[in-house]
């Protein structure tokens, strides 16, 4: 019995090693399948499909070395006033013209009004000529800069190493992407609308016209200072690149929180409809005098 059974035994086993030399080759073969590389155009697809990677921990920890940028910054408006007097933009001498009939308009109590609309304000007048606070936020891969006032005052700057797109959608505040030279944060901005104006105040300023390009070096100069040193590339405007620098001041105190832009809002009262919903209703002018709105 007992050498029947190890005959069978045999027998088993040799059957057993002979299904696992005929599969186990195809076995393994199904299973590393999927991770063989793609086919190149497959790979090529998705290698040209970027994607926003989720930050890690060391991301975040990396933060704390770059210098403190963050909080709510307010322009220094009378350093602003003193670069317009003492650096002005080398405007080539079509734009110079313009730039004089503004200034005429302006001292005739006809200003001209550069951002007197729901649009916004654009590069680089936001860093120029706002009178608004803006607040600055550091986070892996981005600095975002919100701004307060009228319109979208929002930068998005890049500084996850990704380039300019090689197809640019232009926008009023383009297209920025930055990185860091010791405690220097610099900018390269690209693909600024053409619309978006080029402004040393609020009453005096022109379209860029395109192919305008912004290089700013942001740093601190104190604590509690911000300086942006621009230098704007505008030939359809300028007769050589125009270098400035503009100062902000840090705002510790809550109440400088900024706050909505609300755009319109002014030409508006509180009202109610007939449905009894609150609603903004349009004021309404006799001879540029507010004389009040219809409210149902």
């Known amino acids: 019995m007992s050498v029947s059974l190890c005959a069978s035994n045999r027998v088993i086993f040799n059957l057993m090693k002979h299904l696992i030399s005929r599969t186990l080759p195809a076995i393994v073969a ?24 989720p930050p890690t921990l060391r991301d975040w920890q990396a933060l704390a070395k770059l210098p403190d940028f963050g909080g709510v910054w307010t322009p220094l408006i009378s350093d602003q006033v003193a670069q317009e007097r003492t650096n002005p933009p080398p405007w080539n001498a079509k734009t110079a013209k313009q730039i004089e009939h503004m200034y005429a308009e302006e001292k005739a109590g006809r200003p001209f009004p550069v951002i007197d609309h729901c649009f916004p304000t654009g590069m680089p007048s936001y860093m120029l000529i706002t009178h608004n606070a803006f607040e600055l936020l550091l986070t892996p891969g981005r600095v975002t800069l919100l701004g307060e006032g009228d319109g979208n005052r929002l930068r998005r700057i890049y500084t996850d190493g990704r380039p300019h797109p090689d197809d640019p959608d232009p926008s009023f505040h383009g297209h920025s992407v930055g ?42 100069l104190d604590p509690v200072t911000l300086a942006d040193d621009l230098e704007i590339t505008a030939n359809k405007l300028l007769s050589k690149p125009w270098k400035t620098t503009r100062k902000y001041v840090r705002q510790r105190s809550q109440k400088y929180d900024i706050v909505e832009g609300v755009c319109e809002q002014g030409s508006y009262n509180e009202a109610v409809d007939k449905d009894g919903n609150s609603v903004f209703a349009p004021i309404k002018f006799h001879n540029g005098v507010p004389v009040g709105s219809d409210s149902k």
Do not use: C
């Not at 299973?31 to 190149?40: H, I, M, Q």
């Not at 030279?181 to 690209?190: A, C, K, N, Y």
């Open 30 to 53: 199904a299973t590393f399948a999927g991770l063989a590389p793609l086919p190149s155009s497959a790979a090529d697809a998705q290698s040209k499909d970027a994607i926003n990677a």
């Open 179 to 220: 990185h860091w030279e010791g405690q220097t944060l610099v900018v390269d901005t690209t693909a600024v609308l053409p619309q978006s104006y080029l402004a040393v105040n609020e009453a005096v300023g022109v379209p860029n016209n395109g192919d305008m390009h912004i290089v700013e070096r942001f740093h601190l």
